[in-house]
């Protein structure tokens, strides 16, 4: 949380210097650089930008002790973030969960071959 903390600070840094300067600058004068106040909102966009993903992977992982196991995998942080905490596609990416979890379920409850014909499993054996 402190990094979201700090990231929010240097945003609103950069739009206080961005405000000073505007406010500062005398009629009549031929105005402040363009260029350095643009990428200055475009910093303290960029850190914003930065502070909300943050957010948003904290929200994703506070919940993932509430989900169900075979649904934590929707918290990593590689998932897409949208206007939404878990993506656009969230209904489509509980079908693929949860086919694949059925499909790893189905093989893992089948039972192994049988030894071959004539052949025992390994077994110590007592000499």
Not at 85 to 107: C, H, R, Y
């Amino acid at each position: 949380m402190a990094s979201i903390q700090r990231a929010i600070i240097k945003a609103g840094t950069a739009l206080t210097q961005l405000a000073e300067i505007l406010l500062t600058t005398p009629p009549g004068t031929t105005g402040p650089d363009l260029g350095k106040l643009l990428t200055m909102n475009a910093d303290a966009v960029a850190l914003l930008g930065h502070a909300t993903n943050q957010l948003s992977m904290h929200r994703r992982q506070a919940i993932k002790p509430f989900l169900n196991k075979e649904y934590a995998t929707l918290c990593s942080p590689q998932g897409p973030v949208t206007e939404f905490l878990f993506g656009d596609e969230l209904q489509s990416q509980l079908n693929n969960k949860k086919a694949s979890n059925k499909i790893g379920n189905t093989m893992a409850s089948e039972s192994p071959r049988p030894p071959a014909k004539g052949k025992e499993p390994w077994k110590n054996k007592p000499k």
